[in-house]
């Protein structure tokens, strides 16, 4: 469960960026749109977060500083000394070119609050932290900070951390965490931390989000009818799904042929299988059914289709998702359908969380979304990107939010101009 993501001085961004989960006192829609976290005293979870603003405000790269930690967690520790880190800090500003960039995200796993952090440019991390909040109260189970005096990491650990931190401490190099390189040599205390990054889903403008894995999910004949209850739920017309294989050996395959199947997952396909979806649609006045491959269907029904599978899966499982552009392709009923699902305490019943970005002004509706659920980005005079809440504006509880955000009310939108030519 995600509480908060703070980002600073990290590509488009100069001061710090920070999107809360975390749901206001108000109490339309509390029951569908918030829950109640497994942390005592702790305030209401918001299930979603929606961001709007103009292209090129930023709204991409507050997903891709997500991304990045937890591609960094999971994988620093397998790289080698001089590897160059991946990160861009806010190249407008002299200072800010040479300063690292920080990224701390607060989030909720195994029943415990966690506050976790690291500082690093793109030769080493200058520090990094982690506090534990296993009783309510703050444990700063470990902090390292990089001595530019002594040219050395001063680290501190608390009681509360146990086991070999020495060990940890000397395998750990430069240009890599100490979370992950405690993880690589078997700590046990941290791997809720780790997993926690591990469950974490983030889905780019870049990435082509792949079907097989709700292919897979179809496999069983209970995972096929739940995909069907969806999918029709979603009025997409298909009445039935069923695969198509083909087994080639390795020295025939058709490069043309390839182009038409998806290669499934190994693990349970030979290797020279190829498998594709059908989907099966009644004629009208018939009992017969016309099978359409996936790729002859609509791009947004392809894309529905491979959200469902990982959706269904991260509902069950209680994952975040970070999805840039969740309108891309799809009706805004069927984005209104998705936010639906995670709304819906019976279908999440693990409190799943979804923050997306989108341009689809038709979810700003005050019987969809609750007014802290809305958060806006634009760019300021430094060309540095800021984010900021509509509960700043105090709107009303039934103010049209779609117009008055088209009105320029809240700002975040694109100033266009006359091209005279």
Not at 402 to 410: D, E, I, N, P, V
Request: glycine share 6%; hydrophobic share 40%.
């Amino acid at each position: 469960m995600l509480i908060e993501l703070n980002v600073t001085n990290y590509r488009s961004f100069k001061d710090t960026g920070c999107l809360q989960m975390t749901a206001g006192p108000a109490v339309e829609l509390r029951e569908e749109n918030s829950f109640v976290p497994p942390v005592p005293g702790m305030p209401r979870l918001l299930r979603s977060a929606v961001m709007y603003g103009p292209n090129a405000s930023g709204k991409s790269n507050l997903l891709k500083a997500m991304f990045f930690m937890k591609q960094f967690v999971l994988g620093s520790a397998q790289g080698q000394e001089g590897d160059v880190i991946n990160v861009a800090p806010f190249l407008f500003d002299q200072k800010s070119q040479n300063q690292p960039c920080e990224f701390e995200v607060l989030f909720i796993a195994d029943g415990v609050r966690y506050q976790y952090g690291f500082a690093a440019d793109q030769t080493r991390v200058f520090h990094e932290w982690l506090l534990a909040y296993p009783q309510g109260r703050p444990q700063r189970w470990f902090e390292r900070l990089w001595n530019e005096e002594k040219q050395k990491d001063d680290y501190s650990f608390s009681t509360k951390f146990t086991g070999k931190k020495k060990i940890w401490q000397e395998a750990t190099r430069s240009n890599a965490l100490f979370l992950s390189s405690a993880i690589q040599l078997n700590n046990e205390q941290l791997k809720p931390v780790f997993y926690w990054f591990k469950h974490l889903v983030v889905i780019r403008q870049q990435d082509i989000l792949d079907p097989v894995f709700s292919m897979l999910r179809c496999q069983d004949e209970l995972g096929r009818q739940l995909m069907l209850k969806v999918l029709n739920q979603a009025d997409l017309s298909i009445d039935d799904i069923k695969f198509e294989e083909r087994i080639l050996s390795k020295n025939s395959i058709d490069k043309k042929l390839l182009n038409k199947f998806d290669r499934s997952n190994k693990n349970i396909f030979a290797e020279e299988t190829l498998i594709r979806v059908l989907f099966g649609h009644q004629v009208s006045g018939s009992d017969k059914m016309v099978w359409l491959p996936l790729e002859e269907e609509s791009d947004g029904t392809r894309k529905f289709f491979a959200y469902a599978g990982p959706l269904l899966d991260g509902l069950r499982q209680g994952r975040v998702f970070l999805i840039d552009e969740l309108d891309n392709s799809l009706h805004p009923y069927m984005v209104r359908f998705l936010l639906g699902l995670f709304h819906n305490s019976t279908t999440n019943t693990n409190n799943a969380q979804l923050i997306f970005t989108t341009h689809d002004t038709s979810i700003l509706d005050q019987k969809i979304m609750r007014r802290d659920q809305i958060w806006f980005m634009e760019k300021n005079e430094q060309n540095a990107s800021v984010l900021y809440p509509l509960s700043d504006f105090k709107p009303r509880k039934h103010e049209a939010l779609a117009k008055g955000y088209l009105q320029g009310r809240y700002g975040a939108l694109p100033y266009i101009g006359e091209v005279n030519f």
